[in-house]
């Protein structure tokens, strides 16, 4: 009970916290730590599930989630409810922060890769690696690269849900303009591309910042990294010849204008969703939910997908997705573990395909490109993409990358002095 | 003058009916009642408020884990020094107090000249008050993202710049860097601010004493000197108001720079609530963004102390 007390007191500090910020100006809003359903008796089970499916108004995830997914689960397993949660995205992180601070989390979590260390870490996630005596046999079947965000010191905390990755996206019509007709397929015709562009209003390239999610299709792509492969040093790594190679290219680009300030976080430069359709940019680099957006508000548009730009280390992307976690004070382990069971069949994973969901089942790669032909690319691209760091700080290194990287860009600082003061600052992430 | 307080003479009819009713009964009933009465608000304001802030201060000496399974390091003043010398910890100060500073004397100054011209007699007065005062009471988050529209690259502050004004060459990327993007964002505030200042202004204009304006003019004083040796004076208090008000204010600004810069490019942007806001919900480090709020509460507390005195009434009283 003593815990039970100090957890809501961390809870109340929490959100106390948010409102320091408040008073002048309205708050954050801060997620309400009570966690519904918790308390089923021993008999029927409810299983609460929390997830943002439903986010961005996109209802068809939740729709078919709602209506024929979880239907389908509870018709194969009598007596077990699953009681769907749904929380914008937005507010899921800090949801999810208070209830692990009150301890009343729900049963599963379709939890953002990125957050999946950070939970570990505080110990309220089960290892699955641990309690499925079939793990190893799920796991096998999923993209090594999409797994990977499940890893943290030694074991898997989760399964993947959902992928998606970033591949190059280019307008036909700049394209055309330069006299290409087929997409940059490496460096070399990248920076061709951005010559034959000058002097015109078009820029090459656009991207929303310099975090990892932006930087590493580049990085690995020059055949480089931001750390040893064991996480124990960035020095000697992120300051490698082959990035800066790499990072020399994009911040030649940049300072020949062929890049939009939209990489160093001017918040006030033509959006990516927007400037590329309206050719400001001939190219940026995003995932599949992008046709949904452009469909929309761009129905003219038609993009042109393409693998990202190889270069010395082959044409590498970024991972994104959801994976599905176990919380630690799940009351029905056995009827939860049956749910993830459930996700990793064909049946869920391609029920979802279509609304932009890409699988994360290798085997049926073939059926979701026969589903959704435009999600070829990103289908083939998912084959090399690779993880980010499986460390809990995940956001510190994103904040690293952009402070230390833009001085760079905007020329006050050579590429290798930044890059080895970020490295040093990482470093001091991975010792702690 | 009747909206003086009333002396305190006045304010206490009791005694006589108190003592019509003797016994010890009635006294504890009598002086139980109002505590009972503002029982059930305390208790909320204890539990919703007063239990936060303390709970906050004591996360600030550890390095506090969120799970309560877990065991937090107490760590001192650790926090609290990490603070001093950390160079973004003195840019988010640095931004904060030119907000501050940039935000509060044009709300004042402008909010002042726009009570007075809408004292006076004039056609359409209740709709100025109105146009004025909408600001205030509209969402900052729609506000905030108007202004990031107005001042990208692409917008209008840029058009009106370039195209039309001839004063720049229209290519000001405002949001790309530290000053213009601070001013973009004090901008707002005073835009946002203004109508507040103004009503504020207008209500302590209605208790400027007109027999004094009348003295003043027959002795043949001109506006400036009206409004220096009378107007002035008698607002003094709700000048006071308005000042410690918009510090507080200030200090607390969060909305308009999360929204509009998010702290960029590289956190030049950042301001002291968006840099405590990212430790402890975005590095999940609870103890140095307690320790940041602690901080940013002493140092309004002292500013507000300060001003207190400086608007002291020269009868030695404070404002209200």
């Not at chain 1, 030649?252 to 976080?265: H, V």
């Given at each position: 009970?003593?815990?039970?007390?100090?957890?809501?007191?961390?809870?109340?500090?929490?959100?106390?916290l948010?409102?320091t910020?408040?008073?002048?100006?309205?708050?954050?809003?801060?997620?309400?730590?009570?966690?519904?359903?918790?308390?089923?008796?021993?008999?029927?089970?409810?299983?609460?599930?929390w997830?943002?499916?439903?986010?961005?108004?996109?209802?068809?995830?939740?729709?078919?989630?709602?209506?024929?997914?979880?239907?389908?689960?509870?018709?194969?397993?009598?007596?077990?409810?699953?009681?769907?949660?749904?929380v914008?995205?937005?507010?899921?992180?800090?949801?999810?922060?208070?209830?692990?601070?009150?301890e009343?989390?729900p049963?599963?979590?379709?939890?953002?890769?990125?957050w999946?260390?950070?939970?570990?870490?505080?110990?309220?996630?089960?290892?699955l690696?641990?309690?499925m005596?079939?793990?190893?046999?799920?796991?096998?079947?999923?993209?090594?690269g999409?797994l990977?965000?499940?890893?943290f010191?030694?074991?898997?905390?989760?399964?993947?849900?959902?992928?998606?990755?970033r591949?190059?996206?280019?307008?036909?019509?700049?394209?055309?303009?330069?006299?290409?007709?087929?997409?940059?397929?490496?460096f070399?015709?990248?920076?061709?591309?951005?010559?034959?562009?000058?002097?015109?209003?078009?820029?090459?390239?656009?991207?929303g910042?310099?975090?990892?999610?932006?930087l590493?299709?580049?990085?690995?792509s020059?055949?480089?990294?931001i750390?040893?492969a064991?996480?124990?040093?960035?020095?000697?790594?992120?300051?490698?010849?082959?990035?800066v190679?790499?990072?020399?290219?994009?911040?030649?680009?940049?300072?020949?204008?062929?890049?939009?300030?939209?990489?160093?976080?001017?918040?006030?430069?033509?959006?990516?969703?927007?400037?590329?359709?309206?050719?400001?940019?001939?190219?940026?680099?995003?995932?599949?939910?992008?046709?949904?957006?452009?469909g929309?508000q761009?129905?003219?548009?038609?993009?042109?997908?393409?693998?990202?730009?190889?270069?010395?280390g082959?044409?590498?992307?970024?991972?994104?997705?959801?994976d599905i976690v176990?919380?630690?004070?799940?009351?029905?382990?056995?009827?939860?573990?049956?749910?993830?069971?459930?996700?990793?069949?064909?049946?869920?994973?391609?029920?979802?395909?279509?609304?932009?969901?890409?699988t994360?089942?290798?085997?049926?790669?073939?059926?979701?490109?026969?589903?959704?032909?435009?999600?070829?690319?990103?289908t083939?691209?998912?084959?090399?993409?690779?993880?980010?760091?499986?460390?809990?700080?995940?956001?510190?290194?994103?904040?690293?990358?952009?402070?230390?990287?833009?001085?760079?860009?905007?020329?006050?600082?050579?590429?290798?002095?930044a890059?080895?003061?970020?490295?040093?600052?990482?470093?001091e992430l991975?010792?702690? | 003058?009747?909206?003086h307080?009333?002396?305190?003479?006045?304010?206490?009819?009791?005694?006589?009916?108190?003592?019509?009713?003797s016994?010890?009964?009635?006294?504890?009933?009598?002086?139980?009642t109002?505590?009972l009465f503002?029982?059930p608000?305390?208790?909320l304001?204890?539990?919703?408020?007063?239990?936060?802030?303390?709970q906050?201060?004591?996360?600030?000496?550890?390095?506090?884990?969120?799970?309560?399974?877990?065991?937090?390091?107490?760590?001192?003043?650790?926090?609290?020094?990490r603070?001093?010398?950390?160079?973004?910890f003195?840019?988010?100060?640095g931004n904060?107090?030119?907000?501050?500073?940039?935000?509060?004397?044009?709300?004042?100054?402008?909010?002042?000249?726009?009570?007075?011209?809408l004292?006076?007699?004039?056609?359409?007065?209740?709709?100025?008050?109105?146009?004025?005062y909408?600001?205030?009471?509209?969402?900052?988050?729609v506000?905030?993202?108007?202004?990031?529209?107005?001042?990208?690259?692409?917008?209008?502050?840029?058009?009106?710049?370039?195209?039309?004004a001839?004063?720049?060459?229209?290519?000001?990327?405002?949001?790309?860097?530290r000053?213009t993007?601070?001013?973009?964002?004090?901008?707002?505030?005073?835009?946002k601010?203004?109508?507040?200042?103004?009503?504020?202004?207008?209500?302590?204009?209605?208790?400027v004493?007109?027999?004094?304006?009348?003295?003043?003019?027959?002795?043949?004083?001109?506006?400036?000197?009206?409004?220096?040796?009378?107007?002035?004076?008698?607002?003094?208090?709700?000048?006071?108001?308005?000042?410690?008000?918009?510090?507080?204010?200030?200090?607390?600004?969060?909305?308009?720079?999360?929204?509009?810069?998010?702290?960029?490019?590289?956190?030049?942007?950042?301001v002291?609530?968006?840099y405590?806001?990212?430790?402890?919900?975005?590095?999940?480090?609870?103890?140095?963004?307690?320790?940041?709020a602690?901080i940013?509460?002493?140092?309004?507390?002292a500013?507000?102390?300060?001003?207190?005195?400086?608007?002291?009434?020269?009868?030695?009283?404070y404002?209200?």
């Amino acid at each position: 009970m003593k815990r039970y007390i100090r957890g809501t007191a961390a809870a109340l500090a929490t959100a106390a916290l948010a409102v320091t910020g408040c008073s002048a100006g309205g708050s954050p809003t801060t997620g309400s730590p009570a966690g519904p359903g918790s308390m089923a008796p021993a008999e029927p089970i409810t299983l609460t599930f929390w997830g943002s499916y439903g986010n961005g108004g996109n209802s068809a995830q939740q729709e078919i989630l709602d209506n024929t997914l979880i239907p389908a689960f509870e018709a194969s397993h009598a007596g077990v409810t699953v009681e769907y949660v749904d929380v914008p995205y937005d507010d899921l992180l800090q949801k999810l922060t208070t209830s692990a601070a009150a301890e009343e989390l729900p049963d599963l979590v379709r939890a953002d890769l990125g957050w999946v260390p950070r939970f570990a870490d505080l110990g309220v996630l089960v290892p699955l690696s641990d309690v499925m005596p079939d793990f190893q046999q799920l796991a096998d079947a999923t993209f090594p690269g999409v797994l990977a965000t499940n890893y943290f010191e030694g074991k898997y905390y989760g399964l993947p849900l959902d992928t998606n990755t970033r591949v190059l996206i280019s307008n036909p019509d700049v394209l055309a303009k330069a006299g290409l007709d087929a997409p940059p397929a490496t460096f070399d015709e990248f920076v061709a591309l951005g010559n034959a562009l000058k002097g015109s209003d078009v820029s090459l390239f656009a991207d929303g910042g310099l975090g990892a999610w932006n930087l590493m299709p580049w990085i690995w792509s020059g055949g480089g990294d931001i750390t040893d492969a064991e996480l124990t040093t960035s020095s000697g790594v992120l300051d490698s010849d082959a990035n800066v190679a790499t990072l020399q290219m994009l911040v030649d680009l940049y300072t020949a204008g062929q890049i939009s300030s939209g990489i160093i976080g001017n918040e006030g430069a033509v959006s990516t969703s927007e400037g590329l359709p309206n050719g400001n940019y001939a190219t940026i680099l995003d995932g599949p939910w992008m046709s949904g957006i452009w469909g929309d508000q761009f129905p003219d548009f038609e993009p042109v997908y393409s693998p990202v730009p190889a270069g010395p280390g082959g044409s590498v992307s970024v991972v994104g997705g959801e994976d599905i976690v176990l919380t630690a004070s799940s009351k029905h382990q056995e009827a939860a573990l049956e749910f993830i069971r459930f996700t990793q069949s064909e049946e869920f994973q391609l029920a979802l395909v279509p609304t932009g969901q890409l699988t994360v089942i290798q085997a049926l790669g073939d059926k979701q490109v026969e589903l959704v032909p435009g999600l070829k690319v990103f289908t083939e691209q998912l084959g090399t993409a690779k993880n980010r760091l499986a460390i809990t700080q995940g956001s510190e290194v994103d904040g690293i990358l952009n402070e230390e990287l833009t001085p760079a860009f905007e020329g006050t600082i050579g590429v290798r002095e930044a890059l080895t003061k970020a490295a040093a600052r990482i470093d001091e992430l991975l010792v702690g | 003058m009747r909206n003086h307080p009333p002396s305190p003479e006045f304010r206490e009819p009791a005694p006589a009916v108190a003592s019509r009713a003797s016994g010890r009964a009635w006294i504890r009933r009598g002086s139980a009642t109002p505590h009972l009465f503002l029982l059930p608000g305390f208790a909320l304001f204890a539990l919703a408020i007063l239990y936060p802030i303390a709970q906050a201060f004591r996360m600030s000496f550890y390095d506090w884990k969120i799970v309560g399974s877990a065991t937090s390091e107490f760590l001192g003043l650790e926090n609290y020094l990490r603070a001093l010398g950390d160079d973004k910890f003195w840019v988010a100060f640095g931004n904060t107090a030119f907000y501050a500073v940039a935000t509060i004397v044009p709300q004042i100054v402008l909010g002042l000249a726009v009570a007075l011209l809408l004292h006076g007699r004039a056609p359409a007065r209740p709709l100025f008050r109105v146009l004025y005062y909408l600001p205030v009471v509209t969402s900052w988050v729609v506000v905030s993202l108007v202004f990031r529209f107005l001042f990208a690259d692409q917008g209008l502050i840029n058009y009106l710049l370039g195209e039309v004004a001839h004063v720049t060459d229209g290519q000001t990327s405002w949001l790309a860097d530290r000053w213009t993007g601070m001013i973009a964002i004090s901008a707002l505030g005073i835009w946002k601010g203004v109508g507040w200042s103004m009503m504020i202004f207008l209500a302590a204009l209605q208790g400027v004493p007109a027999a004094l304006m009348e003295a003043a003019m027959i002795d043949g004083a001109g506006p400036w000197q009206r409004f220096r040796a009378v107007t002035l004076p008698a607002i003094r208090a709700a000048l006071g108001f308005v000042t410690i008000m918009l510090v507080i204010g200030g200090f607390n600004v969060f909305i308009s720079v999360y929204l509009m810069t998010a702290g960029g490019p590289a956190g030049r942007t950042e301001v002291l609530l968006t840099y405590m806001y990212n430790q402890a919900f975005g590095n999940l480090d609870f103890g140095y963004g307690s320790a940041i709020a602690v901080i940013v509460t002493l140092i309004v507390l002292a500013l507000s102390l300060i001003q207190l005195r400086m608007f002291r009434n020269p009868d030695g009283g404070y404002v209200e």
